[in-house]
């Protein structure tokens, strides 16, 4: 790369497409505020609105008053800030036959949308107000009971009026095979779905299955497995700074850049944890 050719709205573009196809969690949220937000904290007001009440119409006979409608008003804040900072030695350009800053950029968006998932599942799994097992009481997941704790989460969203469509579990990877064994399990080439979220495998108890390894554990134990509805968690981001320059200690081409983004669990009643250790 030249810094002299270097064009921060295309690069900017490119990580963000990069994070997109490395993201699993960011995938699973609701990003339709993802346009208000422009840099690091900036705040949106997010209202969830109430339930309605529905009444009989009696012919000839007055309805009652309309009902004062209410709203739960949340904040989504951009509060989160990561960046980037590589360089690539003139020596170790010239004698390359790719080009380096591309796979390195490329490398910067995976790893990236690694650390916003992280981020994603610790904000939101403590907030769920369904829950199967705990930290004191783990449930061992095994290939005998893995379909019916899937269907048991399923019925703790049934019991929420959560909404059919859109739901998801995040699994991890020990777990995959359980699933994928299960002679409930739809995998994803039987849906003729080929262009689903990394990590898409099928679907199970009403759930589409997803497999990462950013699940949160302790030394391989209670991994808190994750499902819900998509509405349940908004999440925005933004590549706010991209920029090249020549280190002044160094021949070489460096690339910084600055990511923000902010996560909000707006429907906690439309999450489920499962603290799950393996056989």
Avoid: C
């Avoid at 010239?94 to 990236?112: P, T």
């Amino acid at each position: 790369m030249s810094v002299q050719n270097f064009v921060p709205q295309l690069w900017s573009a490119r990580l963000l497409a990069n994070l997109e196809k490395a993201h699993i969690f960011a995938n699973l949220v609701n990003r339709d505020y993802e346009g208000e937000i422009k840099q690091g904290g900036d705040r949106v007001k997010i209202n969830t609105i109430g339930r309605i009440t529905i009444g009989d119409y009696v012919p000839n006979t007055d309805m009652t008053s309309p009902e004062d409608v209410t709203s739960t008003q949340t904040e989504l804040v951009i509060d989160q800030y990561k960046y980037f900072n590589f360089q690539v030695d003139d020596v170790d350009k010239a004698q390359a036959n790719i080009s380096l800053m591309d796979k390195y950029l490329v490398q910067a968006g995976f790893d990236m949308a690694q650390e916003i998932d992280e981020a994603i599942v610790n904000k939101a799994y403590p907030l769920a107000t369904n829950t199967v097992g705990s930290d004191t009481t783990p449930l061992v997941l095994t290939k005998e009971n893995v379909y019916d704790t899937l269907v048991d989460m399923s019925v703790l969203l049934d019991e929420k009026n959560v909404a059919m469509n859109d739901r998801f579990v995040v699994i991890p990877a020990f777990a995959k095979g359980m699933v994928q064994k299960s002679a409930e399990f739809t995998s994803a080439s039987a849906l003729g779905d080929s262009v689903k979220t990394k990590g898409y495998i099928g679907e199970i108890a009403g759930f589409e299955v997803f497999v990462s390894a950013n699940l949160p554990n302790v030394a391989g134990a209670k991994y808190k497995v994750l499902a819900g509805h998509r509405m349940a968690i908004t999440f925005a981001e933004q590549i706010v700074e991209v920029e090249a320059y020549r280190p002044e200690k160094r021949f070489a081409d460096a690339v910084k850049g600055l990511h923000v983004f902010g996560i909000g669990v707006v429907q906690p009643d439309a999450l489920v944890t499962l603290t799950a250790n393996r056989a």
